[in-house]
């Protein structure tokens, strides 16, 4: 079975598997009729979705048929879906997830938080899609300012690198760094670029930094790629970093951030040196 085909398949085997699911009663239905199967009977879908009985059986049986966004939202609603769930029928629907952006996730896992706690000489970070710091360890602390006494704005990374003087210090080659993460934020927004939250942040930072204002017209686009990143601490000196950045595996948009002090440099050795004191 090639890709194509076994995707159609699994589209197929997880409509009907969330329709049998589904109770009648819990989409206002009656329950009174005699039912071979406890779930929502097709045509019963079809109709509740607003859709074709045999354009939604061809579906059930794996046909190569297109589903469009709105089908999917509407199938999404009728059989319940949750949040995983109706990002799943995106993907096996072959169609762009859905630009919502969810609120600001204000705090991280307990298991989340012990990985941060756990990168001891790693400054590490946890950001949400509107790039706003939710999460950290001593070490980004140390580096970055402390989080704990920051508004969620201050927070925000692109904001900081724009308004917030010390970072002009502590990046050596700042206007390098600086523009590139505007790329960075452009490429990893564009999709939510609707968003009244995005378009009133641009706004205000526009008028904050003339950097920012000159650099976003430009619609420079950066993958967010592992970078080194050597900064300038006013304590501790010169530090080099290898920076990844990894997914947060439940779906919820975050970024984990982490910061590895540069083995052929003495970063490790001056990170124990600044938690010591």
């Known amino acids: 079975m090639n890709n194509e085909k076994h995707r159609y398949k699994e589209l197929a085997d997880f409509l009907k598997t969330r329709r049998a699911r589904t109770l009648p009663s819990q989409v206002g239905l009656s329950s009174a009729t005699r039912r071979r199967t406890p779930g929502l009977r097709r045509e019963e879908v079809a109709q509740l979705a607003g859709i074709g009985l045999t354009w939604y059986t061809w579906l059930e049986q794996g046909r ?30 072959n169609q762009p997830l859905p630009a919502d952006i969810p609120g600001c996730q204000g705090t991280v896992s307990p298991i989340l938080q012990h990985v941060l706690d756990s990168l001891i000489l ?18 980004a602390c140390l580096i970055f300012g402390d989080f704990h006494e920051m508004n969620l704005r ?25 523009k590139g993460l505007v790329g960075r934020f452009r490429s990893m927004c564009g999709q939510y670029i ?45 530090l080099d970093f290898e920076v990844s950045n990894f997914d947060v595996s439940d779906n919820s948009g975050l970024k984990l951030i982490v910061h590895v002090p540069l083995s052929e440099t003495d970063t490790a050795t001056k990170m124990k040196l600044l938690l010591d004191e």
């Not at 190569?64 to 999404?76: C, D, K, M, Y």
């Not at 790693?122 to 999460?135: E, G, H, R, T, Y």
């Not at 201050?154 to 600086?178: C, P, S």
């Not at 009133?200 to 990143?229: A, G, P, R, V």
Request: negative net charge; hydrophobic residues 45%; proline residues 3%.
């Open 64 to 93: 190569p048929i297109h589903v469009s966004t709105q089908v999917i939202e509407s199938l999404a609603r009728v059989l319940l879906l949750n949040k995983q769930e109706r990002i799943h029928l995106y993907l096996l629907a």
């Open 122 to 139: 790693c400054p590490s970070l946890v950001m949400d899609q509107k790039w706003n710091v939710i999460a950290w360890n001593k070490a």
């Open 154 to 178: 201050e927070r925000n990374i692109v904001w900081a690198m724009f308004t917030d003087h010390k970072y002009k210090q502590l990046y050596g080659d700042w206007n390098l760094y600086a």
């Open 194 to 238: 609707e968003d009244s939250w995005l378009t009133q942040f641009i706004d205000d930072l526009k008028m904050q930094s003339t950097e920012f204002n000159l650099w976003w017209s430009l619609h420079e686009i950066e993958s967010n790629k592992e970078i080194y990143k050597q900064l300038n601490h006013p304590v501790a000196g010169i």
